[in-house]
């Protein structure tokens, strides 16, 4: 399979970029696609190999991919059509599957959608005619796809001849109809949910039977994104979006006001939620909008970009004049973050060079932010670069000791003693959000601080009090989970879950608060939510109403403020650490409202009252005892309520005795308190020894259930060789004589 450092399957040889890697064209549910070259023909192609981890022969889940893989070259092979993608081999080389189809030049309707937004609908009309033409053939040949979405719509060719393809018929699955095409009934096997949750029809949800109906509902659910320019889902929960899905309403109110009548007409006869009501067939697609008179509408270059209201920054400078790119640390839906070094200061920063579905917005939020050099606390941004034409952003990286080991080693947090934490927290969380529509990572592991000295290490850390808030770093988080991918065109499994970053950073709180993470059914129910022992009941109410329904918030310096008054805790007003953008910055390019550097000084103030604040109740904490401890010294000292100056007006008979008696009590009173005081104090430091050596009892039992199962395991390991020996001896052919 591999000639000479390069991958090779059959004929076909796997195009390289420059590092030398294979260039990928695109990863779908069980095959990986590359841009290939026939060896002999010189002819480009996509070639799709199904993946290896799915070739497990001899068991049930790779015999059905591998069935699926054939099933799907075998369906596009029979099908002949513009605008279809071709297929023009299948074969097996060396035990993996693959075949070659039609390359297409232009790139997918999604990475269209990401780069320039909104498509005019005189275009979004050709494309579909075309793709509808293209069902109209699939469904004739009795094949369903399953899967429309802007990912699986190739573009090929340029201007006018430009060509929109179907491609991915993974999920495609064959549909049978009566002759009798007055009564038209569709006979199919029942499957089990496939596909897309953003683009896939109610009935498709419901794992209901399908006819070509199911494919024309998401038919228009594409059509309705490119209109946008983005997922009509994008940011929405996946349970809210299945039950919007799922009820009677009409996707009709949602549709933008402006949309031209013949796009919401076509629209709405799309995205019929009953069947019954919907166009019944590809062909009616194509009579609405021939047949329909249209008013003159002049005809924009084919696929030009919209015009952009902003002011253009200025072109930044390539990443490899200043900076050395590593290794990589995290893979996003959205971004790659890599680790890398300033040539100049030797500085190790972090490099995200952003995927291409990655929202507008966002992209040009933090390509102003980083024009800026904004620092959002948790995280700044260095510079802007590029590379090979795309966007390379620069920041910091973060240092420190992580929370889960605070957590760890100091249990859980009282709210008072983490609030500033909190508060600092929220303000960095708005901040990146504002401006570049996403937040920041809200694992305990990836949230990095110091003590109030500077120091990381987690022996400096005695209380929860010891972290400096303004020392907190760590990284974006972009969306990456199953809800983010289905509200923007991943093919799904049904057990998938993400979450909006409100709830995760509620969830953060918990976990901080309750010393273990949220219970799962907590985000979908606010009873899911187990109660927080330091919080007053409003305050747990309000926890786990936002765990579950983070839209009751309106940003998370809101919530920290909310949940401090009803916790009777005092706090200054919370506000984003970088005032939001507005769209005058934006246009002329202004500074931003606030730096980092305008606001220390707020922060060194805030810090000192909050040190003051903190240094008061550990005075009044000294004082308390000292007093207890003196009220307890007083207490045995008289304990028969023998008083100095009682004793001094008895009798001059019974004085001497009457004071020696005192005398004597009083010092054994004393002894006695001191030796209570020698005793609690020594409770104390037994009670920290104990817990101490309960943990390191703890551990040496779990290393030794860890060596256990592995001696057994070796044991079993070994048996298994002696018994296949054993067999294999027994199984050899003897000799003459039975030996």
């Not at 166009?279 to 008179?293: G, N």
């Not at 795309?390 to 859980?412: A, T």
């Not at 059914?521 to 747990?540: H, I, K, Q, R």
Request: glycine residues 8%; charged residues 25%.
């Amino acid at each position: 399979m591999a000639l000479a450092g390069k991958l090779t399957f059959g004929s076909y040889e796997v195009s390289q970029n420059p590092d030398g890697s294979p260039r990928v064209l695109g990863q779908g549910s069980f095959g990986v696609t590359y841009m290939a070259r026939h060896t002999m023909l010189g002819r480009i192609t996509a070639l799709k190999v199904i993946r290896e981890d799915l070739l497990k022969h001899g068991s049930r889940r790779g015999e059905e991919e591998t069935g699926r893989f054939l099933a799907e070259a075998r369906a596009v092979g029979n099908l002949h059509h513009p605008g279809i993608a071709m297929v023009h081999d299948c074969a097996l080389d060396n035990g993996v599957f693959y075949y070659a189809m039609e390359y297409c030049d232009g790139g997918s309707l999604k990475d269209w959608s990401a780069r320039n937004g909104p498509m005019p609908w005189t275009e979004v009309r050709r494309i579909a005619l075309q793709l509808a033409s293209a069902l109209e053939c699939a469904h004739a040949s009795g094949f369903l796809h399953r899967d429309i979405k802007p990912s699986n719509i190739m573009l090929h060719d340029k201007g006018a001849s430009r060509q929109a393809k179907l491609i991915d018929f993974g999920l495609a699955t064959r549909f049978a109809i009566d002759s009798d095409e007055s009564s038209v009934t569709v006979r199919h096997e029942r499957h089990k949910f496939r596909g897309n949750l953003a683009t896939a029809s109610p009935e498709q949800i419901l794992e209901q039977p399908l006819d070509p109906r199911s494919d024309l509902f998401s038919l228009g659910i594409t059509l309705w994104w490119l209109l946008l320019g983005k997922s009509p889902f994008a940011g929405c929960m996946r349970g809210p979006m299945i039950a919007r899905r799922l009820d009677s309403s009409s996707y009709a109110s949602l549709l933008p006001e402006a949309l031209d009548p013949e796009a919401r007409s076509l629209l709405e006869g799309l995205l019929e939620k009953d069947p019954e009501k919907r166009f019944a067939s590809a062909r009616d697609v194509i009579k609405h909008l021939t047949d329909a008179p249209r008013a003159a509408v002049p005809v924009s270059e084919p696929f030009a970009s919209p015009p952009v209201g902003l002011q253009p920054l200025p072109q930044p400078p390539n990443l490899e004049d200043d900076y050395a790119v590593g290794g990589i640390l995290a893979t996003a839906a959205q971004a790659k973050l890599y680790s890398g070094v300033n040539l100049a200061t030797h500085r190790v920063v972090i490099v995200i060079i952003p995927d291409a579905s990655l929202e507008t917005a966002a992209r040009v939020g933090m390509r102003d932010a980083a024009n800026r050099h904004l620092d959002f606390g948790a995280y700044a941004f260095l510079d802007w670069r590029t590379t090979d034409g795309d966007d390379v952003f620069v920041i910091s990286k973060p240092e420190g000791c992580s929370l889960l080991n605070i957590l760890r080693k100091l249990g859980p947090a009282r709210f008072a003693d983490a609030l500033p934490l909190f508060g600092h927290l929220a303000r960095c969380f708005d901040a990146s959000r504002a401006w570049t529509t996403f937040g920041i990572r809200m694992n305990p592991g990836d949230i990095l601080v110091r003590t109030r000295n500077g120091d990381s290490h987690i022996d400096r850390f005695r209380s929860w009090s010891d972290i400096d808030p303004d020392s907190l770093r760590c990284l974006p988080s972009f969306h990456t989970g199953a809800d983010r991918a289905a509200a923007s065109d991943s093919t799904l499994s049904t057990t998938a879950h993400e979450f909006p970053p409100l709830a995760q950073f509620a969830a953060l709180i918990y976990h901080v608060l309750a010393g273990s993470a949220v219970c799962y059914a907590a985000f979908f129910t606010a009873s899911g939510c187990m109660v927080v022992p330091g919080l007053s009941e409003d305050g747990n109410a309000m926890l786990a109403d936002t765990i579950s329904a983070p839209e009751t918030q309106p940003s998370a310096c809101g919530f920290v403020q909310g949940l401090a008054t009803l916790e009777g805790q005092p706090i200054t007003e919370l506000a984003p650490l970088i005032a939001p953008p507005n769209a005058r910055d934006f246009a002329t390019g202004a500074p931003a409202p606030a730096t980092r550097r305008d606001m220390v000084g707020e922060h060194a103030r805030l810090a000192a009252a909050e040190e003051a604040r903190r240094n008061q109740e550990e005075a009044k904490l000294r004082q308390a005892q000292a007093e207890e401890e003196a009220r307890l010294k007083t207490m045995v000292r008289h304990p028969l309520g023998i008083d100095p100056q009682l004793a001094a007006q008895a009798p001059p008979r019974s004085k001497g005795k009457t004071i020696a008696i005192a005398a004597a009590i009083m010092m054994l009173a004393s002894a006695i308190c001191d030796l209570v005081i020698i005793q609690r104090r020594k409770y104390e430091e037994a009670t920290r020894s104990k817990e101490y050596l309960r943990q390191v009892r703890a551990e040496y039992e779990k290393s030794e259930i860890r060596a256990d199962e592995q001696r057994q395991k070796e044991a079993d390991a070994k048996r298994k060789k002696l018994a296949e020996e054993q067999r294999l001896r027994d199984e050899s052919p003897k000799g003459d004589g039975g030996l």
